[in-house]
């Protein structure tokens, strides 16, 4: 009696955290296809009342993503590496524990101290520092997954190419990574999907922009960044452009993160 | 070598930036500066005792509803649901974790406030407004944006993450323990209490670890909140958190002992959230030992 | 060993690779490099963004080289900007203060006029609110508490004020709304002037009202309240059409926040002006001068580093406050009186580069 009771109690409780997702899914859904069409999507914002879109705010997100993960995966993979492979000793049980700490370190702090670093000396806001901020966050991400990654790889291939008398590099490079390779990527790509929906860390580093901007040293417009402006914006278009632009930034997220659910199933 | 050395570096470069950059107030201020109560940049008064308030407050609110719901979904996924319906629902759960703050953020104003304001809120009034003591955090003025409000997106914020930690957790407790006291005649209900109570330290760093994200949390919360430096005992009321704060003002902090007053509760958070995530690590390895819980940290 | 060693080669050439494709960085005349076009930033107050964005757009129009990106980050973060040089112009309703300028070589240069309004939720009330200074500095110092307080009732005879208690709303944040706001009541007001005085964000007394983010998060919160009262900026109770009081007026006359009185109070005020432009409206003579007016600026730096850019800034500043003054009044502000125009004429001219007017 009890146990049916309590299976009803914790079944409710899922029923209703997927009631929430739907909910939420379902209200960018909905306000947000009203007001996307090809213009929002290819043009610059406009003064409030004449249209415009959030074209150069995905090309600032992706960039800056694009930018981001060209800096933070090697760093990340190989912080993973070194962790898996030589970081028994005291040196690597104070990275991991660092790179733990960074996880948790609340995302505008990073934003804060690349301000300090980055965006004080050089004298603006730019798509550079955006993409650092967010290259912050990824590292530890990535090097705590790479490293889970290749400690999955069964010791015997390991030990085996090491009897045929490979060298730890080489086995390293050509067995292990291969092996774990696939799990990492998943990793990365789930990290990637983390920084495409980050906003704190932007508002002092990339700002914002209203221009289509392929260079770095310039402010640059990201999605998120848009969105808050939109949201915080006192009239209805602005909510309106709000959700429209919520649609596509929660639908690439959510695309990456079914992909790779799809991908790495077996590993489930 | 350097990749890893990379991470040191970054982490120590944070703490000197902000210890430097604190100074002024720490020099001038001392401890003064976490218990005051009045937050007056005009004047140059600087206490961050609102802002430790409603951070705090805020991630328990959040706590007190996502912990047992958290809780509810994990036994749900491992101890009663068959493994075809766990699949795709832990997946449900775990895409909740993957939906930007900034959009909770925007559902929470455009959805959620409203829902509070009118019907949620009322509702608590209503039937718990009267009660002595108690009642004084369910009274005041319904806006919609306030430090309950800010609580409730903070909790669907954090359920994700307790669940998938404790869906861990659950699953490597060894099936011996289940079936042994089945055996003993335990009904399927206190099997899984049994299983819990062994399990009990890496749920409370599960917990913990929630409340470690529920207290850095910055966009959502900045968007709900009201962000108004002030200690009220009503949950309507808006309030301010020390995330939040830095991303309303960390732009607009002209003069010199503002802008360190801003960064030392910066400081303040990113300590707390240093010792708090710790300490989740802690409890969650002395059960499973690394895997099971580092894997979602 | 090898391991680490050949992966932090390939760490590092995938390092140099992405900062390579960063660049070019770090120095502002590069800015003037790409592609031909002139890129100019500026940030600040978020009250005159709407009109600023209108005016970049038809600028950018006649000038298809010339990119000028604003964005509203506050009227505080404006002067933090041009102070520590993160962008290339500010802006800010409120004027510096003389501390705040020393040491710099900022020049203001108001653009447009605008107002500060009161907006009230009384749902059973259809006539128009009239209020005096002393009733609203009454209401946020918590000497008035209901609608039908006799301070109140005074101005609004032909009114059926509610016997309710008043919810004051007021800004959070640090705001030029909220300096624009409090200046007036200063003026106006001595009580206010010894309690609470001028500023972007006073210490308000504790126990009397609440605070929101933003002119959309006070607008808010009193369409939420019944019996608030808050203040606004008016394209936003425009935007929104919220009822909005008439304010009595230094001359007594209550009047309505409309272009042409936000006008007279800039025309009343224009013999008064000081040489750096710095200056305040609020309370201003002439019959029609309606009292919370007031400039909202954009901060240049006197010397400009790089003579494209600085060139280009200028000539924009020039056709805002002529051809682009016609694009104010659909967007609730006022145009700058002609003879402003004529002192920030002056005022253009003094920008430099090398020493070399920018403008003759």
New interface residues.
Partial sequence: M??AL??G??????V???A??V??LT??AVRGFSAINLEFLIDT????G?GGGIGNAILGSVLMTV?AT??G???????G???A???SNW??S??R??????????????G??I???I??P???????AG?LSLA?IM??IV??TTE?MIKLVPKSMREGALALGA???RV??NIVMPAAASGIATGAMLAI??I?????PL??TA?????YNY?????MASL?VQ???Y?????DVE?QM??AA?LI??GL??AI?VAV?YLARRR? | MISAASIIFIVVGMIVMMVSNSMPTISRFGLAFLTGSEWKPADGVFGALPFIYGTIVSSLIALIISVPISLGIAIFLTEQAPKKIAAPISFMVELLAAIPSVVYGLWGIFVLAPFIRDHLGVFLETYLGWIPVVGQLFQGRLTGIGMLTGGIILALMTTPIITSVVRDILEVVPNTQREAALALGATKWETTMIVLGNAASGIAGAVVLGLGRALGETMAVTMVIGNSPQISASLFEPAYTIASVLAANFAEATDELYLSALIEMGLVLFLVTFVVNAFAKLLIMSVASGKAGAKNV | MKTTLLLTLLTLASIIGASCSGQPFGNNNANTAAGGTISILGSGASFPEPVYEKWMNEYGKLNPNVRIDYQATGSGAGQKAIKENTSDFGASDDPMKDEDLKGTQVIHIPTVLGAVVLTYNLPEVKERLKLSPEAIAGIYLGNIKKWNDPKIRADNAEVNLPDTEISPVYRADSSGTTAVFTDFLSNANSEWKNKIGANKQPSWITGVGAGAKGNDGVMGQVKNIPNSIGYVEIAFAKANDLPTALIKNKSGKFVEASIENVSAAAAGSVKDMPEDLRTRITNAEGENAYPISSYTYILVNKEQPDDVKGKALVDFLWWAVHDGEKFTSDLHYAPLPDEVVKKVEEKLKTITSNGTALRQ
Wanted: with cysteine.
């Fill in positions: 009890l146990s309590m299976t109690l914790t079944s409710a409780c899922a209703f955290a997927i929430i997702l909910l939420i209200y960018i914002p406009k003064p409030v004449e930018l060209g800096i995966l090697p760093i990340g993979i190989g912080g590496v070194y962790l492979e030589m970081g040196f690597g104070i990275v524990f660092l790179a733990d700490t960074l996880i948790g370190v609340p995302s505008i702090i990073v804060i101290f301000y300090t670093l965006v004080l050089m004298g603006r806001q730019s798509g550079l993409a912050i590292i530890p090097a705590r889970e060298p730890e590099w390293t490079w999907a983390r495409s929906g980050e906003t704190a508002l002092f700002l914002n922009s209203r221009f260079f770095y040293d310039q402010p998120t969105i808050y402006n949201a915080t914006g006192p009239f909510h709000a959700w919520t930034l929660v997220i959510l993160n659910r489930y």
